[in-house]
């Protein structure tokens, strides 16, 4: 029997069990399934490439090595994690190059007025290397993550000051960062095979600079409920973090990560999956497997960024796959939302939308040339759920 038929008999034998309601909630909570999307089938290509539905238009803001219209600022190679920071009446995109520091690395931005118009660019983090994906804080600052052994958290100012690295978030294999102002902490992906999930509690919320570094603790199901230990060494060294805690779970290539109303979402790329901590009842679950998708073909393949719009959407990005960004809404409903054509060698990067939640920015890392000079940034406008 292979992996999705067992996974598909686990969860259908788990009906005849006789389980009171919350214990059936709580433990065998279904992942997200096929459904027609909340804004109907994809059209054909626009001009840009990428299928889209009706009423919405994409166009082009930046591209790798060339000159951002209407700046004198080069945007860097290999964009990857992103994320929009309210500016006044305007906004601020970033984005991170997934690229050594030998070749830039680090991060720059878009700063966009009132009407979407880019009015000026510039690097806000330099010298580092990897910076994969990371997360934006409350106080509007953009947390970038370097995707190395013994990678840090840079905590850059979009709107002005000097990025700093943060040792005491931990230092390992970092992919994606979310903030939960409720809790007071960040929450970190690991992208190892055997990653974990941790989060970080700040001394003082707002101050990066010291705190505690925790792993999330919990058994080898796919559900149930979790804890949280202290990791004696944030350094992680001579001992990795992700190997300091007993019975810390591991989650096969953390990738994305985003917070919303007391739950926390983080994708896996080992497993495509997305898993949904239910942060109020201390208990974690699949929100989609694509080994539990039926019937049909699973969409979402290649799991990577998340974000989340002010409707309650995820918005999952493809790293790979057939260069999707797929839409689960809040009942559980999976769809494509977008597709890229023309550039199967490349991955979807940095979904953020704007605060008023009508503009979805994000990347194609690699482009149409596959290569990491050939990288294009994006904005989708259209009729989004708010």
Same mark, same amino acid.
């Given at each position: 029997?292979?992996?999705?038929? #067992? #996974?598909?008999?686990?969860?259908?034998?788990?009906?005849?069990?006789?389980?009171?309601? *919350?214990a059936w909630s709580a433990a065998y909570a279904a992942p997200a399934q096929n459904a027609t999307g909340p804004y109907g089938a994809l059209q054909a290509a626009d001009t840009n490439g990428i299928q889209l539905p009706a009423g919405f238009t994409s166009s082009v803001v930046a591209r790798s090595r060339q $000159?951002?219209?209407g700046t004198s600022y080069v945007w860097h190679d290999a964009p990857d994690g992103g994320a929009v920071i309210p500016n006044g009446t305007g906004?601020?995109?970033? &984005?991170?190059? @997934? *690229? %050594? &520091? +030998?070749? +830039?690395? +680090?991060a720059s931005r878009l700063v966009f007025d009132a009407s979407g118009a880019v009015v000026g660019a510039s690097r806000i983090l330099s010298g580092t290397n990897n910076n994969c994906a990371g997360g934006k804080t409350p106080w509007n600052t953009w947390l &970038?993550? @370097?995707?190395?052994? #013994?990678?840090?958290?840079? @905590?850059?100012?979009p709107l002005g000051g000097t990025a700093v690295a943060r040792p005491a978030m931990g230092r390992f294999k970092h992919e994606a960062a979310a903030a939960d102002p409720v809790r007071r902490v960040i929450y970190l992906t690991e992208d190892e095979t055997n990653g974990k999930f941790y989060r970080f509690v700040p001394t003082t919320w707002g101050d990066l600079s010291s705190g505690t570094l925790q792993v999330l603790v919990a058994g080898s199901a796919t559900s149930g409920s979790f804890t949280w230990a202290n990791v004696p060494d944030p350094d992680g060294s001579p001992t990795? $973090?992700? %190997?300091?805690?007993?019975?810390?779970? &591991?989650?096969n290539g953390g990738e994305g990560c985003?917070?919303?109303?007391? *739950?926390?979402?983080?994708?896996?790329?080992?497993?495509?999956?997305?898993?949904?901590v239910n942060l109020a009842s201390g208990t974690y679950e699949l929100a989609y497997d694509d080994n539990l998708v039926s019937p049909g073909t699973a969409p979402l393949t290649g799991v990577d960024n998340v974000t989340g719009s002010t409707a309650g959407d995820l918005y999952v990005a493809e790293d790979g796959g057939n260069m999707e960004i797929c839409l689960i809404t809040p009942d559980d409903k999976i769809s494509v939302f977008l597709r890229i054509t023309g550039q199967s060698s490349s991955e979807i990067t940095g979904p953020a939308f704007t605060p008023a939640g009508n503009r979805l920015y994000f990347s194609s890392q690699r482009g149409t040339t596959g290569a990491s000079s050939g990288g294009i940034t994006y904005c989708v406008t259209g009729p989004f759920r708010t």
């Open positions: 029997m292979d992996r999705r038929t #067992l #996974l598909r008999a686990t969860v259908a034998g788990a009906g005849g069990l006789a389980l009171p309601f *919350t $000159t951002v219209p906004w601020i995109y970033v &984005s991170n190059a @997934e *690229t %050594s &520091s +030998g070749s +830039g690395g +680090g &970038s993550c @370097e995707e190395i052994g #013994l990678g840090r958290v840079w @905590e850059t100012y990795a $973090t992700r %190997s300091q805690v007993s019975g810390a779970k &591991s989650f985003h917070y919303a109303d007391d *739950t926390v979402w983080f994708t896996t790329k080992g497993d495509n999956r997305v898993w949904q």
